[in-house]
């Protein structure tokens, strides 16, 4: 074996062992610093570095030897030795003496590199970074090198990439798997990475005095967030005028990389300073604060290798403000947690069983609860009896099928009040994980232990309105059928009434006719009967409109003290004569003096003569009718198996009863409720017996009028009685009544 050959197998195996150094770390970091570490060793050189291609900009991730940009630099590309060059033609760019290179005479403060050499990390043909070496020797990088730095960075490409891919999937999955615990305040990190930067910049150019300033929110004044030196208390008190002030001025020149900018007379004169270097801070196109460095009067002023260093420290600076404001507007743009404590809707993170994990002060308000965190309690706890069955359906709903529901259910305060809310529940992916699709085939979310939000809704109003909604919709509904009813009524009223006015009428022109053109012996009886049916028809008109003015409630009383016996016997004797034509024993019970009744006389004589015509119309030739009258004491003496109509109210008090009783058809017990109604014609009527079904309507309502009430007693066959009750204003003595 040559010297040359085995020259070139040692060669082979130093690379064999980099990318195998490369490829053992576990982490993108880990990879980065290995491949850093490993490109120094492989060839001569000053220092390695690592960088990651971002748009237009080279971000250091990793360096090796002294001769290396600063880690976390971001630099414009064409600012990378020839860096253009090897990324525009995917291959290695050497610059074998800076001195003799144009481009490179533009870059400040790279003095001390004198070779470089930089290969694209290709992925495919797609560059993802570059890999920089330096040297201080010219020439340093000859065609052996440049040859062995492509074969590393072919093989370190893809390390690099699968790392950070790797590292890219962890941080997501640490993300979905610790999704609530609080994320490092993100402007606590900018502060200390701030000092950092700034303490770095004081120790490595060795100034006197190092500060960073940021623009307040306003933009109108710089206030210092970190200064190094040994007045950085007093500068750390410094807030500036952001126009007219040094930090001014330096925004004002931002264009032209930050020059030193003169002095803040107060400032600078107050700390001694005459001397600074001053480089804007740009996050984005804005401007958003400076990084200077100061000395001391009569200090030396700053060399070409100071700029370039404080130009990298402004980068670095500069990019730790514009990660903290990405971050701050991806993740902080809303205070959530802000949101869920101050929601005016009750909140809650539950479990599939009902688990509280966590609360809002809105829901334990609502539960009017003291203790304002009400997790690891249940939430069947908190409802009301009867109403968890139906919670736990939903529930298991809502898990299992991933899609929203509303259940409205009770919930019981700890002072036992009940109140209504409407709970609507929604699975809680960014807690319980989203859906893996990946998951075996056919399992749910459910199953895996799903995590639910809840939000409770105080409805009590609303379901008290509703609940009076329903109550007028039915009151609606009852009046509408009464309306209906009674347009039925007057329908029939119409057509009943009508008929029966004619019948009488017919009467009357049949007779007149007859009283002129009829036998002149006959002429009595003629005018007798259009004198009988006139009185009917006129009792007929006057039923209606007592029924009417009943209906309008106009009806006005007039009662006077009576002698009900006189108008018994009144009544019955404009009957005799008919129930003596009609072959009737029509006989009056009443004897001796009844106590005086508060009544209408034209009532009372209107009801007896409906009762004792009706007595007549429905008892057959050879039966009798008869009336009685009687004082009792209490109420329901003579009527505990009557069928009852009018007021029942008069509870024990002494009352006069009127009973018309009859041998008659009788009515049957089913149309016993009935009669008294309106229009009302039972079934033993015959086309004889004309009426109108007034009659008891008018007896009924009068005597309500009157409070009292009618009860009525019948049988099929053998009769009826109808009792009229009427109330004594006064107690009276027992007098034997007459039967
Ligand atoms: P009408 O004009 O039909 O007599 P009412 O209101 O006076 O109207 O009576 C209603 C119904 O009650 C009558 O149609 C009849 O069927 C029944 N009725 C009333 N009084 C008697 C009675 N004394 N005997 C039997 N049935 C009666």
Same mark, same amino acid.
């Given at each position: 074996m040559s010297t040359e050959q085995s020259h070139q197998g040692d060669q082979d195996k130093q690379l064999l062992a980099a990318v195998d150094q490369i490829n053992l770390a576990d982490d993108f970091q880990g990879a980065l610093v290995a491949l850093a570490t490993e490109a120094g060793r492989l060839l001569a050189c000053d220092g390695t570095s690592v960088m990651w291609l971002n748009g237009d900009e080279l971000e250091v991730l990793a360096n090796h030897g002294e001769l290396a940009p600063l880690s976390g630099l971001s630099l414009p590309v064409s600012q990378v030795g020839a860096a253009r060059t090897a990324l525009d033609g995917n291959r290695p760019a050497v610059v074998s003496d800076t001195v003799e290179d144009l481009h490179w005479r533009c870059i400040p403060g790279e003095e001390r590199v004198r070779a470089w050499l930089g290969v694209p990390l290709l992925l495919g043909d797609r560059a993802i970074g570059l890999l920089e070496w330096t040297a201080r020797e010219p020439g340093q990088f000859g065609d052996d090198a440049v040859e062995r730095a492509a074969i590393l960075t072919r093989y370190a490409a893809p390390i690099l990439y699968r790392t950070q891919l790797l590292d890219d999937s962890r941080r997501h999955l640490r993300e979905l798997l610790q999704p609530r615990q609080a994320k490092p305040a993100q402007t606590q990190d900018m502060g200390a990475a701030l000092r950092k930067v700034t303490r770095e910049a004081l120790d490595s150019t060795g100034a006197e005095h190092a500060f960073t300033f940021l623009k307040e929110e306003e933009g109108l004044r710089l206030r210092c967030v970190a200064a190094a030196g040994p007045q950085h208390q007093e500068l750390r008190k410094v807030i500036l005028r952001s126009d007219g002030s040094f930090g001014g001025l330096a925004a004002a020149r931002s264009t032209d990389r930050g020059g030193a900018g003169p002095a803040d007379g107060e400032v600078m004169a107050a700390l001694g300073i005459t001397n600074a270097l001053i480089l804007p801070l740009r996050a984005?196109?804005?401007?958003?604060?400076?990084?200077?460095?100061?000395?001391?009067?009569?200090?030396?002023?700053?060399?070409?290798?100071?700029?370039?260093?404080?130009?990298?420290?402004?980068?670095?600076?500069?990019?730790?403000?514009?990660?903290?404001?990405?971050?701050?507007?991806?993740?902080?743009?809303?205070?959530?947690?802000?949101?869920?404590?101050?929601?005016?809707?009750?909140?809650?993170?539950?479990?599939?069983?009902?688990?509280?994990?966590?609360?809002?002060?809105?829901?334990?308000?609502?539960?009017?609860?003291?203790?304002?965190?009400?997790?690891?309690?249940?939430?069947?706890?908190?409802?009301?009896?009867?109403?968890?069955?139906?919670?736990?359906?939903?529930?298991?709903?809502?898990?299992?099928? @991933? %899609? =929203? +529901?509303?259940?409205?259910?009770?919930?019981?305060? !700890?002072?036992? /009040?009940?109140?209504?809310?409407?709970?609507? #529940?929604?699975?809680?992916?960014?807690?319980?994980?989203?859906?893996?699709?990946?998951?075996?085939? @056919? %399992? =749910? +979310?459910?199953?895996?232990?799903?995590?639910?939000? !809840?939000?409770? /809704?105080?409805?009590?109003?609303?379901?008290? #309105?509703?609940?009076?909604?329903?109550?007028?919709?039915?009151?609606?509904?009852?009046?509408?059928?009464?309306?209906?009813?009674?347009?039925?009524?007057?329908?029939?009223?119409?057509?009943?009434?009508?008929?029966?006015?004619?019948?009488? #009428?017919?009467?009357?022109?049949?007779?007149?006719?007859?009283?002129?053109?009829?036998?002149?012996?006959?002429?009595?009886?003629?005018l007798q009967t259009i004198e009988q049916e006139t009185h009917r028809l006129e009792t007929m008109v006057e039923n209606i409109l007592d029924l009417t003015r009943i209906d309008r409630q106009t009806l006005r009383l007039h009662p006077e003290s009576l002698a009900a016996e006189e108008i018994i016997a009144q009544v019955l004797g404009v009957y005799q004569e008919t129930a003596e034509k009609h072959g009737i024993e029509l006989t009056n019970h009443v004897q001796g003096n009844l106590p005086r009744l508060l009544a209408d006389k034209n009532d009372l004589i209107q009801m007896l003569t409906n009762l004792v015509d009706n007595a007549l119309k429905y008892t057959p030739r050879g039966g009798q009718v008869w009336v009685a009258a009687r004082e009792i004491g209490t109420i329901g003496q003579a009527s505990q198996t009557g069928q009852t109509a009018g007021d029942q109210g008069s509870g024990g008090r002494p009352m006069l009863e009127i009973a018309v009783g009859d041998t008659g058809a009788g009515i049957a017990d089913d149309e016993q409720e009935h009669i008294f109604e309106r229009f009302y014609r039972g079934r033993n009527n015959t086309p004889e017996r004309s009426g109108t079904g007034l009659g008891l309507a008018i007896v009924q309502e009068l005597m309500a009028h009157h409070g009292g009430r009618v009860i009525l007693k019948s049988q099929v066959g053998r009769g009826s009685i109808f009792i009229l009750q009427f109330p004594l204003a006064q107690p009276i003595d027992t007098s034997p009544s007459p039967e």
């Open positions: 984005g196109k804005e401007q958003v604060g400076m990084i200077g460095v100061a000395g001391p009067r009569g200090g030396r002023s700053f060399d070409q290798g100071t700029i370039r260093l404080m130009t990298h420290l402004a980068s670095q600076a500069s990019l730790i403000v514009e990660r903290a404001r990405q971050s701050k507007t991806a993740s902080d743009g809303y205070d959530y947690e802000a949101v869920f404590q101050s929601s005016p809707l009750g909140l809650c993170v539950l479990t599939i069983t009902g688990d509280i994990q966590a609360c809002n002060p809105a829901l334990a308000g609502l539960l009017s609860r003291a203790d304002r965190n009400l997790a690891g309690h249940n939430l069947s706890d908190f409802l009301a009896s009867g109403d968890w069955q139906r919670l736990v359906r939903a529930l298991e709903e809502v898990a299992f099928s @991933g %899609q =929203r +529901q509303q259940v409205d259910t009770r919930i019981q305060s !700890a002072q036992g /009040e009940q109140r209504h809310v409407r709970l609507t #529940l929604a699975p809680a992916p960014s807690l319980a994980g989203p859906p893996r699709k990946a998951q075996v085939a @056919g %399992q =749910r +979310q459910g199953e895996m232990g799903a995590t639910l939000v !809840a939000v409770l /809704e105080d409805i009590t109003s609303l379901k008290i #309105l509703e609940q009076e909604r329903v109550e007028h919709l039915r009151e609606l509904r009852e009046k509408h059928q009464q309306l209906q009813d009674l347009d039925q009524l007057r329908t029939r009223f119409v057509s009943n009434v009508s008929h029966e006015l004619r019948t009488p #009428l017919a009467v009357i022109k049949l007779y007149a006719t007859l009283a002129r053109k009829g036998r002149p012996e006959k002429q009595t009886f003629y």
